[in-house]
């Protein structure tokens, strides 16, 4: 018997798709402007990058849960910058960049076929490929009266959303929070750019106006690729309910899930450093105050993306013609369809290139 190969189950790869269009606007006489993908660009700051060189010389394994000092510095963080409280000390445990864990999540968890996994409607695209690595269901769903009859094992939230930097509000997380814990259902809530606020203010499934202090089936997946640059560092960590990260450091050990000792002692510092945060967000909010309205007197229409890295527009024309019309223009964005059907009329545009990038797509949108 000849096994089907796993990748036979998952999807195409998105990115895999935009070749065409890639090299359309890579032909454009001032070269291309990439805004379809969500890396870092700008330096890493230097307090970090001399916490990584300090800690080159370590020869032995890192442990699976973190140095203690790491688990400090980010529920220190965490309090610090998000007001999150009762948080355990062995409620935080380091991942190798937060996509591994969620793409291995419902794995790590034991769900299987007879388990079904909720993802946003509009969604980061490993939310399902997780899913369907643990052969689960997946059903694509804001709110809890769009589940369905069967009750979900697993709820992906994510504010600010990923690609439509929705924020959800504090009735909304607290009726979901309510609605899973009387079923016995667990909450995964993707927080990866809960520090990037512009028009709202996103809060943590963790804090207390949402929790009560309880943070019994509930997982917050925190990055730093985003606020500390540090996307090639494959640096996050997930906290929450005690008894669930002791469940994934449990199996982590097993499978040698492992962050690199020196990328641990690069986490303390950027936990520990509010200044490069601050410096790297102001960036971000320079390039979003110049590229936004020059997206709307484009003919655009920017949706939601009130936090985030990314301004969710529209034409209103197939995603495809869009993403054509802005590569003739040397811009590469993200088809909607991405994110999950919903999306089939917007395109995902990016903060994330340098200023000077971000001026050539302004000039070009604003040709004529």
Same mark, same amino acid.
């Given at each position: ?39 870092? %660009? &700008? ?55 937060? @996509? ?36 689960? /269901?997946?059903?694509?769903? &804001?709110?809890?009266?769009?589940? !369905?009859? /069967? ?25 979901? %929070? ?9 909450? #995964? ?15 943590? %499934? ?10 019994? !089936? ?34 982590? @050990? ?15 510092? #950027?936990?520990?450093? &509010?200044?490069?945060?601050?410096? /790297? ?17 484009? !003919? ?12 969710? #527009? ?6 495809? &013609?869009? %993403?054509?019309?802005?590569? /003739? ?12 059907? #919903? ?26």
């Amino acid at each position: 018997m000849v096994r089907q190969p796993r990748s036979a189950a998952l999807p195409e790869f998105p990115w895999d798709t935009l070749a065409d269009v890639t090299a359309l606007a890579r032909s454009h006489p001032d070269g291309i402007v990439d805004l379809s993908v969500g890396t870092p %660009v &700008d330096p890493v700051a230097p307090v970090i990058r001399e916490a990584l060189a300090a800690a080159s010389a370590s020869p032995g394994y890192p442990t699976t849960a973190g140095t203690p000092t790491l688990r400090r510095s980010a529920g220190t963080a965490l309090r610090r910058r998000y007001g999150i409280t009762d948080l355990a000390p062995d409620a935080v445990l380091p991942v190798i960049g937060t @996509k591994e864990l969620i793409a291995w999540l419902p794995t790590l968890l034991g769900l299987g076929a007879d388990d079904t996994v909720v993802v946003p409607e509009l969604a980061y695209p490993t939310y399902e490929v997780g899913a369907r690595l643990a052969g689960t /269901q997946v059903v694509r769903a &804001d709110g809890p009266a769009h589940f !369905g009859s /069967q009750v979900p094992a697993l709820i992906y939230l994510n504010s600010p959303s990923n690609p439509t930097g929705r924020v959800l509000d504090l009735h909304h997380l607290r009726g979901i %929070v309510t609605w899973a814990r009387e079923r016995g259902v667990l909450i #995964a809530s993707d927080e990866c750019y809960l520090g990037l606020s512009w028009e709202a203010a996103p809060v943590s %499934v963790l804090h207390p106006s949402v929790s009560d202090g309880d943070h019994t !089936g509930l997982l917050a997946v925190h990055s730093l690729s985003k606020t500390s640059s540090l996307a090639g560092y494959r640096a996050g960590f997930v906290a929450g309910d005690p008894a669930l990260v002791a469940e994934l450091l449990a199996v982590r @050990k097993h499978a040698g899930m492992m962050v690199p000792t020196p990328v641990q002692a690069a986490m303390v510092a #950027a936990l520990d450093d &509010d200044e490069h945060e601050a410096l /790297q967000r102001d960036r971000y909010a320079h390039r979003r105050a110049v590229l936004l309205p020059a997206l709307r007197a484009a !003919g655009f229409d920017v949706e939601h993306s009130e936090a985030g890295l990314y301004l969710w #527009a529209t034409r209103g024309e197939p995603c495809r &013609d869009t %993403v054509r019309w802005l590569a /003739q223009r040397g811009i590469l964005a993200a088809p909607g369809e991405f994110y999950g059907p #919903a999306g089939a009329r917007h395109v995902r545009v990016a903060l994330t290139a340098t200023d000077e990038r971000i001026a050539a797509a302004v000039a070009r949108l604003s040709a004529r």
